[in-house]
């Protein structure tokens, strides 16, 4: 052989033995880094404790554990594992579950990984591993379809029937609206069964477990991650499953977008899922049709006002649903949510997928309940300019004009219902809406028709905000009893002055 081949082969030998030396596999290769111990605590309802211990030639700097929820969001985040440099090292890290940031839901599957650091410039990760964050001291059992995993524990024994239940009620609700929202399930999505209401307290986040004990908690889907929890004791958990279930499905087939749903869309495509509604929404919806108070769709981008008006809005929200698809057919539907991720605007994927403004949507559902259509207000001109003048010394401020006093009539509305309509009571009586101030979106399951209120309204409703944190956006079926007492009180003290 030639002296330049041998030459040239040699060189390539040397160069492919470099570039191998430079590469992550020969740094791993070199290192000595032998760990011992890895793994994670399920410390719930506070979080999870992951731990290490690992050797190494030469000292070891820095670990860091890398989590990932696995779900809508791509968003990683680590913890620095706290131990005392050294060859010879044993540490722990805490992913806590005591905030609205920090917070995670049960049923959410994650993944980490440990990243070492050491002395010489070695980095070794380890192998990534999944766990799935559920109550402790529970036997759980799991129901699947290979894309819907359903928890359960056997509590009496009707709990796997009703898991199974809950399953095939998930299985028929995807087939039944997946092509209204052009949705393909690729990753999998947890339901958490409860069978006892208190191990579903545990599970609800810090800040809405003392309310739940007094507004019973029927269900709550936590879109990012993909999973969602109910109440498995109650009698409606089926139809609680579909509307929780098909929140899931709405923010898989918005994507990005999924935050920006307008909640009458969202609530109206939920309530639709379940086939047979309550008619406590139609009830309102159709007296406030009889009355012509029904509000423009514009101002149902997040629900507000008393118990009644939002029962209304759920009933309006799945009127024009349920209009948008029989008059239009489910395919406009699935166009209007695969536009969505691009125009990041409800009102925009409307337009471009039905060829209407929002108005005229809202004005073709009026008719279509037998209102006369809406005449879109003209915009409002932009104030006028005064150029600004020297006051004389003279003159006085204007007095300010009187603050109105709040209305405190303790006579019944004008409009409320008669008088052997149900009252709203404790949660341990009846069932109806709540809600909580945002970001805490939450959703609405009522059950009966419930007396009109004056006063204050509850704050914030089942919104779409964007996430806060990691702890994305969240929505809820609770018991809104609580919510009549105050004005109970208030109409007790007010005969009772009268009285006097």
Not at 38 to 67: C, H, K, M, T, W
Not at 262 to 283: C, I, K, M
Not at 297 to 306: Q, W
Not at 420 to 432: D, E, H, K, V
């Amino acid at each position: 052989m030639k002296p330049c081949i041998i030459a040239s082969i040699l060189l390539s030998a040397l160069l492919a033995t470099a570039v191998w030396a430079l590469s992550p596999l020969a740094a791993a290769a070199q290192s000595s880094v032998s760990v011992a111990e890895q793994g994670v605590e399920n410390q719930f309802p506070d979080g999870l404790r992951f731990y290490i211990s690992a050797d190494n030639a030469s000292e070891i700097e820095e670990i860091r554990v890398y989590v990932q929820k696995l779900g809508q969001s791509t968003r990683r985040t680590y913890r620095t594992v706290e131990f005392d440099p050294g060859e010879s090292i044993s540490g722990e890290a805490i992913f806590r579950s005591k905030t609205a940031n920090e917070f995670i839901p049960t049923g959410t599957r994650l993944t980490y990984h440990f990243d070492i650091r050491t002395a010489d410039g070695i980095n070794v990760e380890t192998e990534p591993e999944t766990i799935v964050y559920l109550n402790t001291g529970l036997d759980w059992q799991t129901t699947s379809n290979g894309l819907i995993d359903v928890y359960y524990y056997r509590h009496n024994g009707d709990s796997e029937r009703r898991a199974n239940e809950v399953l095939a009620t998930a299985v028929d609700t995807y087939e039944f609206m997946a092509p209204a929202l052009g949705v393909e399930l690729t990753e999998p999505m947890s339901i958490v069964v409860y069978s006892d209401y208190n191990h579903m307290l545990e599970a609800l986040q810090p800040a809405s477990r003392v309310a739940a004990r007094q507004l019973r908690t029927l269900g709550k889907a936590h879109t990012n991650e993909r999973s969602l929890l109910v109440d498995g004791s109650m009698d409606n958990i089926l139809s609680t499953a579909a509307h929780e279930f098909t929140h899931l499905l709405v923010a898989d087939a918005a994507g990005s977008a999924h935050t920006g749903v307008h909640t009458w869309l969202n609530e109206g495509l939920a309530v639709y899922s379940e086939r047979d509604p309550r008619n406590d929404f139609q009830y309102y919806l159709d007296r406030s049709v009889s009355q012509d108070d029904v509000p423009p769709l514009t101002s149902l981008i997040t629900f507000a006002g008393t118990p009644a008006e939002t029962l209304r809005n759920y009933g309006q929200g799945h009127s024009v649903v349920a209009y948008m698809i029989g008059a239009y057919g489910p395919e406009r539907m699935a166009a209007l949510f695969a536009n969505l991720p691009t125009v990041r605007s409800t009102e925009k994927a409307i337009e471009n997928a039905y060829g209407l403004t929002i108005h005229e949507l809202d004005n073709e559902w009026r008719e279509s309940v037998g209102l006369a259509a809406r005449v879109e207000s003209a915009p409002a001109l932009p104030p006028l300019q005064v150029p600004a003048t020297s006051r004389p010394a003279s003159a006085q401020p204007a007095a300010p004009l009187p603050t109105p006093a709040p209305a405190t009539s303790n006579e019944p509305a004008p409009n409320a219902p008669a008088p052997n309509t149900p009252t709203m009571a404790p949660a341990s009586a009846q069932i109806a809406p709540t809600y909580t101030p945002r970001p805490l979106a939450q959703d609405v399951a009522p059950t009966e028709p419930a007396p009109e209120q004056t006063g204050a309204a509850p704050a914030g409703g089942c919104t779409s905000p964007a996430p806060a944190g990691s702890a994305g956006r969240s929505i809820e079926l609770a018991a809104l009893g609580l919510l009549a007492m105050p004005f109970g009180l208030g109409a007790i003290i007010g005969w009772r002055r009268r009285r006097k």
